[in-house]
C-alpha cells in the first residue's frame, strides 16, 4: 500500500492520485525513486540531478486549519485571477478580497525560500512587518505571511538543496 | 500498419456521385457541383481541402476518356479480389492508428494487488466524407407533467427544431412522445418536410409519469443493415422507476446491431446514472443541458460526427488474465462517457479527424511469483470496427507489462493527465454519496480537496464554483440538485480533450444567462 503524504490515506500500489484529496502520488513515487541507492555505488541513483529535482515541499495553513500545498519548484505567484491570468495561489479562491492581481511572488534562491511584494496596493506582512516593495525577504518554517486579508502560516519541511551547503549535504547522508 | 493509398480507397465515380457509364457532360456536371460544394474559399470544413484535391484528381482522370478507360480496368481487377459475394460494393475500412500508453510498463513483483492504467487513443483512418451518411434517428421525447415546469418543453421544441435544421434531406426521424405510455408522433419520415416534425411536436401536452424501457421498446425498424447510423436519442427531465432492468436488456440487444443511444437531460431532476449506463452500453453518451445555446455548440459536433461516421460501431471483446479486473472503462474523447466493462463493450463511434480516447483502469493480482524481467498479458483483446457495408475490420490489441525490480519511471503525461481527472470526478462522486450518507465534513471535506486541486491546475473558475458548494453544504446542510448536476457535469467535461473543453464551456456560459430552468 501507498500512503498519502497529504491527507493519510492508503492507496493500492500503483495508484496516481490519492482518492480521498487528490495529491499527485505519483510525484512523490518518483522523488522517492530519485533518491534510491543505485545498485552500483550506493549513492542515491540521482545524486547528480537531485540538486534539481529535488524540491522541498511549500504548504501554507490558513487559520482556519485547511492546508494548502504550493505545485512544482515556483516561483509562485499570490494573486487574484484575471480573464487571462491565473496565479499559483489563487486568493479569491481562499475568500480573500482585497488581494491585488499580482501582489506577490513567493521562490526559491540561493537555498532559501524568499517573498516579494509586487508593489501590492493592501500591502505583505511577515509576522506582522510590512515589506518594502519589490525587496525580497527570507521566510523561515512557521512564519505567518499576509497578503492584504489573506494570511497563512508557511511551512516547508526540508531546506532546499539547489545549491547544498556542506552542513545540508552532511544533513542528507 | 501501411501507408495510407488513396487509390485504393476512393472510388473517383463515388468521388463525383456520378455511374459508372456517366457521360462526358454529367461527369462536367459533377464535377462543378462538386467544386462549388469543396472549394476550401466556400466550405469551412477541415476536411474540405483535402477533398477538393480529390475532387480534381477524379475529374482529371475521367474526364480524359484514355485515363478512364485505364482505371475502369483497374476498377475492375480490385472488385475481383475485394468482391465478398454481396452485390453491394465492400466498404474497406483501412487500419485505424490505435496507440496504448500506459501508467507503468514495469511492475514490481509485489505480495499485494496493484492499479494499474492505460489510456487508449484510436485515429480513424482518414476517410473523404464522400456524402454524409444517412442518419435514422429516433427522437424520444418525455412528455411526463414535470415537463410543464420551467419552460422545459419549450427548450425540447427548440432541441427538435435545431435537430431539425441540422438533418440533411436524405436522413429519417422518426418521434415518439413517452409518459407511462408512449405514443407514435411520426414514424421516421425523410427531413426535407421540416415543418411537419415542428407540427406534430406542437400536439405534445404533459401528462403522466416517465417510463423509458416502454418508450425504448416502441422504436421500430432499428438495427439493420441501412447505410447510415441509428441513433436513438432520448431527450428527458425525469426519473424511470421499476423499469431499468428492462431499459438496459434493450440497450444491450441495441448495442449487438449497432444502434447508438443518447441521452439529454434537462433540469435537476433526472437520474444520470442510470441514463449514464444505458448509453455507455451502445457506446453512446449523455449530456446535461442547461440551456440552447449548450444545444448548439453540443448537436452540431454529435450530427456532424454521425454524418461522417466511419464504422457504425467500433466494439472491444477482451479476456482478461486470471486475477485481473478492468475497474472502470471511461471515454474521454470525443464524448465523455462511463462505458461497460463487460466483453463485448460498444466503444461508439469517431468521427473524421477525431481522436477516440478512453481511460482503463485495472485491478492487478500479487505478482510475486513471476520471474524476474517476465512479461505478462494483462488483456488480450480484438477491436473489432463495424463497417456500414462489408465485412468488420478486427484489430488485435493486447495489453503486456514487464514484471521486475527496477527503478520506477515517471507515467505518461496523457496518463497522468486522465487519471487526474478521473480522480477529481470520483472526488464529487465520494462527497455526493458521503452527503447522502449524512457525513456532512466528510463531503465538505472532498469538495475542498477538489477545489484545491483544480486550482494547482490553473482551473480557478470551477475552483471558485466547488468552493463555493462547499461552503454552501457548511451553511445550509445540503446539496442542491442543481449543484449536484453541476459537480457531475462539470468536472465530466473536464475530461474531454482541451480544446473541446474550451467549444463547450463556452455554450454553457452562454446558456447561464438565459437558462429556462428556473
Ligand atoms: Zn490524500
Redo the contacts with the bound molecule.
Sequence with gaps: MLK?P????QEWVGALF?Q????PLWEEVARAEAQRPSPVNGKPAAASRRRKTAISRVTLRLPDGHTVTLQGSGPWLVGRPTATHQPDLDAQALGARHVSRQHARLEWRRGGLYIVDLGSTNGTWVNGRRLTPHEPKRLHDGDWVRWADLEAQVLFDAPHTQTPSPSQEDLAS | MSAFDFSQQVNYYEVLGVSRNATPEEIRAAYREAVRRWHPDLNPAPEAHEYFLLVRQAYEVLSNPKKRQAYDRTLEQSSETSEMGGTAPVERVRAPQVRVRVSYSLIPPLEEPQLWYAFLIIRAPWAPPRQPRPLNLWLLIDRSSSMRNGGKLALVKEMVAEVVRLLRPTDRLGMIAFDDRPAVLLQPTPVHKRAIFLHALSQVRPQGGTEIARALSVVESVGGRSRGPHLVWIFTDGRTYGDEARALHLARQWARQGVICDAFGLGEDWNEAFLDRLTGLTGGSTHFISGLSMVKTLFPDLIRRYHHARVRQLNFTFDLSPGVKLRALYRMGPEVAHLGVEPPVALGVVGPQERWLALAEFELPPLYRLEDGARWTVLDGTLEFLPFRGRPYTEPLRLEVHVGQGPRSVPPKVVRHAVERLTWYRLQLASRAAWRDGRLHEAQQYLSHLAQSLNRRGLGRMARRVQQQALDLERFQRLEPEAEKDLEFGTRMLMLPADVYEARQRGQRGSATRSPSK
Excluded: D, F, S, T
Design positions: 498519502c497529504y491527507c493519510g490515506h490519492c480521498q484529496c487528490g495529491y
